[in-house]
């Protein structure tokens, strides 16, 4: 069982900047993909970033180039650094692990106003 909390979002300018944690219970250095997905109110989730356990990270075509994935393994925590936030980028952000079975934080936050 692994348990994902995550941390760092709130309210920020358009063109500022947030650094989304995710802290994992158990360790992270063994799972087949980790990632963060975004939602906002009518819409489906949405994938904004993943990586593999053998590296490979994928970012959503709206994000790319201002948005970053990374992981701690030493803290068992992932990180998604965001810059040039842009209003469209507001939403719930989740923290999602795939090891056989999947696991979701319970959401951070992020609005960006104009």
């Known amino acids: 069982q692994v348990q994902l909390v995550e941390s760092g979002g709130g309210l920020v300018q358009a063109g500022g900047s947030l650094r989304l944690s995710c802290a994992a219970s158990?360790?992270?250095?063994?799972?087949?993909?980790m990632g963060w997905y975004r939602q906002v109110p009518g819409k489906q989730r949405e994938l904004v970033a993943r990586?593999?356990?053998?590296?490979?990270?994928t970012y959503a075509d709206s994000v790319k180039g201002r948005f970053t994935i990374s992981r701690d393994n030493a803290k068992n925590t992932m990180y998604l650094q965001m810059n040039s936030l842009k209003p469209e980028d507001t939403g719930v952000y989740y923290c999602?692990?795939?090891?056989?079975?999947?696991?979701w934080g319970q959401g951070t936050q992020v609005t960006v106003s104009s």
């Open positions: 990586i593999t356990s053998g590296g490979s990270i």
């Open positions: 158990g360790s992270i250095f063994i799972f087949n993909f």
């Open positions: 999602n692990l795939v090891r056989g079975a999947e696991y």
